[in-house]
């Protein structure tokens, strides 16, 4: 929940491996769930207004860390074969500027999107206070829109299977209050950041089409008035995009259970208040039910340090004393009537282990929000404190009589979501748990076939 807004990554080398430069996805059709593998605007301005002094000594570290962009837009043929070379004269990056490609992919809306880490940061996409880029058409033959943030608002889709391979699951991990969808999920201080929802999923659920959802949430300067149920509506509309498209494949199975719903089985990563969003969008579709969607077709969930009864906001108050947020964070305090109501609704609508959730708790305390010289505010206030005990994360459900995963983590609550590498023994259990949560699911499908 309470997290680096967008952590920069250290500084990495340009890698040399052709593969980052083409697509290697694309939308297939379902036929069967596949084993898993044993191992488990408009452009402010031109870039040329923007004048590059080069540096007379070596640049600070902060300066030489490049900074993680999200590029939507690219058409295929746009992508291939160099996606680099082809933004870097859409966008007008100096040659100066190395490129990294993390992540691309086919996105919900069928173009692709793209993950990409430039460093130094060009100048094109270095306007302070600006974390959104739109570049039009530069000429008379070209009529393509490309977005660029840092953002990483809505739905991001960061895998989807290659063509070879049937894509039969959608993993999504929503962030939480003060969270980044990309960056909260991302270790820090390392070289080349373990992102564990792309690094860490992709190889054990080749299979699985996998995404983040961010919402507007952040904590000092927020300006929303957003509440719980809203955050919840944006939630599940955000997701009715993600659906299946048709393929003649699918069209020439009528018979096909999932080919007929264009949907696949879907499962939540949610942490924090990104949990609280998850039951309140599903309550939603309960109420008005959309076949085929994500949330409908939702079969678990992995809940990291979720307050269902509510968590430590005190140590926030005077970081959002006044702002049009106070009532949102101040909803999800302990004993809020508001995430009472929220979990006595959730509990009586759907039965245990409908969807199935497996809950993690935090067993070290965070540091608290500090007020820098320049007015900033950092997480590096102490005294430290427990932000969700283990009671809320757990929905009261660690000491109930019937069977409960409940896991503990010694961790603090931002980096429950935050694994060094694949050999974290932490990130091992989380990677157990999911596997068994998607085989249950998939037991299930089958038997109501």
Request: charged share 25%; with cysteine; proline share 8%.
């Amino acid at each position: 929940m309470l997290t680096d807004p967008h952590p920069d990554a250290p500084p990495m080398r340009e890698s040399t491996d052709p593969r980052l430069n083409t697509p290697n996805e694309a939308d297939s059709v379902p036929a069967g769930i596949l084993p898993r593998q044993s191992n488990g605007g408009t452009n402010p301005a031109p870039a040329s207004t923007f004048p590059v002094e080069l540096p007379q000594k070596a640049p600070s570290p902060k300066a030489t860390k490049d900074m993680d962009y999200r590029v939507q837009g690219i058409k295929l043929e746009n992508a291939v074969p160099d996606l680099l070379s082809y933004l870097s004269r859409k966008l007008g990056i100096e040659p100066t500027v190395v490129g990294r490609i993390k992540a691309l992919s086919t996105s919900q809306t069928g173009d692709k999107v793209a993950i990409i880490a430039w460093r130094p940061q060009p100048a094109c996409l270095s306007a302070p206070g600006m974390d959104e880029w739109h570049f039009g058409p530069t000429s008379d033959d070209d009529d393509i829109h490309i977005t660029v943030d840092t953002h990483f608002r809505g739905v991001t889709v960061l895998y989807s299977p290659p063509p070879d391979i049937p894509h039969m699951i959608d993993i999504c991990a929503v962030a939480g209050l003060g969270g980044h969808a990309w960056g909260s999920f991302k270790y820090k201080g390392a070289s080349q950041s373990f992102m564990w929802v792309l690094d860490g999923l992709r190889e054990h659920f080749p299979n699985a089409r996998l995404m983040t959802y961010g919402s507007k949430t952040k904590l000092d300067g927020n300006e929303s008035s957003q509440t719980l149920e809203d955050l919840g509506k944006l939630l599940r509309d955000e997701m009715r995009s993600v659906t299946r498209r048709r393929s003649q494949s699918v069209l020439s199975s009528p018979t096909s259970r999932l080919g007929t719903a264009f949907a696949v089985p879907s499962f939540f990563i949610a942490h924090s208040l990104g949990g609280l969003t998850v039951k309140e969008a599903l309550l939603q579709e309960r109420k008005n039910p959309e076949f085929g969607s994500f949330i409908n077709k939702l079969q678990g969930a992995l809940f990291f340090g979720v307050p269902s009864h509510g968590m430590n906001v005190e140590v926030l108050e005077a970081m959002i004393r006044g702002q049009p947020n106070e009532f949102l964070v101040k909803s999800i305090t302990y004993q809020s009537p508001t995430l009472r109501e929220l979990s006595r609704k959730f509990k009586s609508k759907f039965a245990v282990g409908k969807p199935k959730i497996i809950y993690f708790y935090e067993m070290e305390p965070s540091f608290t929000p500090k007020q820098l010289e320049n007015g900033q505010w950092k997480m590096e206030g102490t005294p430290k404190e427990v932000l969700v005990d283990l009671d809320s994360a757990t929905d009261g459900e660690l000491w109930s009589q019937g069977y409960v995963n409940t896991h503990p983590l010694n961790r603090n609550h931002s980096d429950l979501v935050k694994f060094s590498s694949p050999n974290d023994a932490d990130f091992q259990r989380v990677l157990d748990e999911l596997i068994k949560l998607v085989d249950h699911a998939e037991t299930r499908v089958e038997e109501e076939d």
